[in-house]
């Protein structure tokens, strides 16, 4: 068995588990649909009250905005579903020494550490939200569907997942020397918020940050100016480029920390 099959085969183990658990409790999967739908609306007045004074903002007009807020649906939808429920549990399973029962696997304990508290079913729901939020202010904006704007929006979609996710697990991956890291996660979910508005509401050096450093921009505003037909096809192979080397980076400061693991019976 090659390995890339290996992996996917463990990672369709973890989605059957968190589907069956939450077959268990049908009630509660309907709620959380709910729950979600109406976080989605609650964003989505945001913008009707900005716009309710002016008819542009920074270069965005309202259907354009909601665009954006359903492409950060999407790929909020995706995190939740992948990363989320375990990445923020990492730290406790450094500092509680059961990441004995990880680093013993046959396996990348990188790749398991991403996926070891299963995935979220139930966040999947946002996706298909996102998904009809986009359709409809598209056509609102009068934006036409193309092939290539299309996958453009999904390659920039792609390396802002990569690099994310790329400094969020470096974040985890610090608790091997800092026993709280709780407040940079606060850091990070507070500038992960600013992806459901253009960076282009921002001024320098913010829009910067928001682009090289904590690069939001690749998640949402490049994958929602990809589909409009406005973006800057030139920061994709940059985004692409910073993608590859965040996570080669990230793979090696994994490995750089775990020798400084001592183990629960330490």
Sequence with gaps: MTPWLRYWRIWRRFVAMALAQ?????ANALLSVLDNAAQLGLLAVVYLVVYRFTDDVAGWSQAQALVLLGVFWIFDGIWSF???RSLSGLSALI??????????RPASSQFLVTCWRGVNV????KVVQGL???AYA??????EWSATGVLSATLFGLCGLALLYALR????TCTFWVLQVSELYELFDALFSTARFPVTYFREPVRGMLTYVVPVAFATTFPAQALLGTADLRFLPVGALLALASLAATNRFWNYAIRYYSSASS
């Design 22 to 26: 939450l077959l268990e409790y049908r």
């Design 82 to 84: 992948q990363f989320s």
């Design 95 to 104: 500092r509680r020494g059961d990441l004995d029962f990880v680093l013993l």
């Design 122 to 125: 139930k966040e999947a729901t």
């Design 132 to 134: 009809l939020l986009t």
């Design 138 to 143: 598209a056509r609102a904006a009068g934006a």
């Design 169 to 172: 697990f470096a974040i985890a």
